[in-house]
């Protein structure tokens, strides 16, 4: 029998991973924030996914962070600014060896939560699939991609990416995670902001090709600055790619701000300021961005932390 996958959040990606695995026949359990949330995914009879515009509901078993069964495997699909206070409830359920996946947009709450958490290993994931929820218990399959996972710290693969490819999950284990993650930090810091500012999908920003190549060229610097040059390599020709491949999609923080739900900014943009900051770098098109978007996001009445 196949260790339990046990899943937090249901989000996109969350119901994503949780509703494949469940078709594969993984055993998985669905953690809920209350005894509330718990009844309104009882009421709905499960997860829905819908793929090539056909709905399955997958009936997969819910609790919440109070139950008493122990935790092996626990994908951590929630929001960056949720993760740490999530699995630190979860934390005394979590079995001698436990592993964590880390699903988290940006940087900084990977580390914030491995420090929670001693005795399990955390695994970071930089996924580019493309999913969105039309409704509650429910998610959109919207665009095929890839997940990479990796430790920094133990680089050795383990077993259960079986798992993930009987559940179609296409994947790969990385020995340089932290270059993927920079490198997705650094794609969502040049596009994601833009999107909100000039309230357009991703393919309007080839109207303001100017301001995407000057970002490209302080976040380019800033990624040589941090030891990382492979995550810089012809940035701004990958931006120009997935702004030109991912034209008709919204960027996860514009459906955000759309949504009035707050965004990532701190594990984004912030994450980005506060390095350069350290490093004494001066990027100014980078800390301009950010005191706009966090204007904007006060004139909504939306949280910039």
Same mark, same amino acid.
């Given at each position: 029998?196949?260790?339990?996958?046990?899943?937090?959040?249901?989000?996109?990606?969350?119901?994503?991973?949780?509703?494949?695995?469940?078709?594969?026949? %993984?055993?998985?359990?669905?953690?809920?924030?209350?005894?509330?949330?718990?009844?309104?995914?009882?009421?709905?009879?499960?997860?829905? $996914?819908?793929?090539?515009?056909?709905?399955?509901?997958?009936?997969?078993?819910?609790?919440?962070?109070?139950?008493?069964?122990?935790?092996?495997?626990?994908?951590?699909?929630?929001?960056?600014?949720?993760?740490?206070?999530?699995?630190?409830?979860?934390?005394?359920?979590?079995?001698?060896?436990?592993?964590?996946?880390?699903?988290?947009?940006?940087?900084?709450?990977?580390?914030?939560? &491995?420090?929670? %958490?001693?005795?399990?290993?955390?695994?970071? &994931?930089?996924?580019?699939?493309?999913?969105?929820?039309?409704?509650?218990?429910?998610?959109?399959?919207?665009?095929?991609?890839?997940? !990479?996972?990796?430790?920094? @710290?133990?680089? %050795?693969?383990?077993?259960?990416?079986?798992?993930?490819?009987?559940?179609?999950?296409?994947?790969?284990?990385?020995?340089?995670?932290?270059?993927?993650? !920079?490198? =997705?930090?650094?794609?969502?810091?040049?596009? #994601?902001? $833009?999107?909100?500012?000039?309230?357009?999908? #991703? @393919?309007? $920003?080839?109207?303001?090709?100017?301001?995407?190549?000057?970002?490209?060229?302080?976040?380019?610097?800033?990624?040589?600055?941090?030891?990382?040059?492979?995550?810089?390599?012809?940035?701004?020709?990958?931006?120009?790619?997935?702004?030109?491949?991912?034209?008709?999609?919204?960027?996860?923080?514009?459906?955000?701000?759309?949504?009035?739900?707050?965004?990532?900014?701190?594990?984004?943009?912030?994450?980005?300021? =506060?390095?350069?900051?350290?490093?004494?770098? #001066? $990027?100014?098109?980078?800390?301009?961005? =950010?005191?706009?978007?966090?204007?904007?996001?006060?004139?909504?009445?939306?949280?910039?932390?």
């Amino acid at each position: 029998m196949s260790t339990t996958w046990h899943v937090l959040g249901a989000g996109s990606l969350g119901t994503l991973w949780a509703t494949r695995l469940a078709r594969a026949g %993984v055993p998985v359990r669905l953690i809920v924030r209350d005894e509330q949330r718990l009844q309104a995914y009882r009421a709905a009879g499960g997860l829905t $996914l819908v793929e090539h515009g056909e709905a399955k509901t997958y009936d997969i078993p819910g609790e919440t962070a109070d139950s008493s069964e122990p935790i092996n495997r626990l994908l951590v699909a929630c929001k960056a600014y949720d993760a740490v206070q999530a699995v630190a409830r979860l934390a005394p359920r979590l079995a001698p060896g436990a592993e964590l996946i880390l699903l988290q947009n940006g940087l900084g709450s990977q580390d914030a939560v &491995a420090a929670q %958490v001693s005795q399990a290993r955390c695994i970071s &994931a930089s996924s580019t699939e493309g999913a969105f929820r039309d409704g509650d218990w429910r998610v959109v399959f919207a665009g095929h991609g890839y997940t !990479w996972l990796g430790d920094a @710290g133990h680089p %050795v693969a383990p077993i259960w990416l079986e798992d993930l490819a009987a559940a179609g999950i296409p994947h790969e284990w990385s020995t340089d995670i932290l270059t993927r993650l !920079w490198r =997705k930090l650094a794609l969502n810091c040049a596009i #994601n902001p $833009l999107t909100v500012l000039h309230d357009c999908r #991703n @393919g309007g $920003l080839q109207q303001h090709h100017c301001e995407v190549a000057t970002l490209c060229a302080e976040l380019t610097e800033l990624l040589e600055r941090c030891g990382q040059p492979a995550a810089a390599e012809d940035l701004q020709q990958e931006v120009e790619r997935v702004i030109q491949a991912t034209a008709a999609n919204y960027s996860s923080m514009y459906q955000d701000v759309a949504n009035q739900r707050r965004t990532e900014i701190s594990y984004l943009l912030g994450y980005v300021c =506060k390095v350069a900051a350290r490093h004494q770098l #001066n $990027l100014p098109h980078l800390n301009q961005l =950010k005191a706009r978007l966090t204007a904007h996001l006060h004139s909504l009445g939306l949280p910039s932390d």
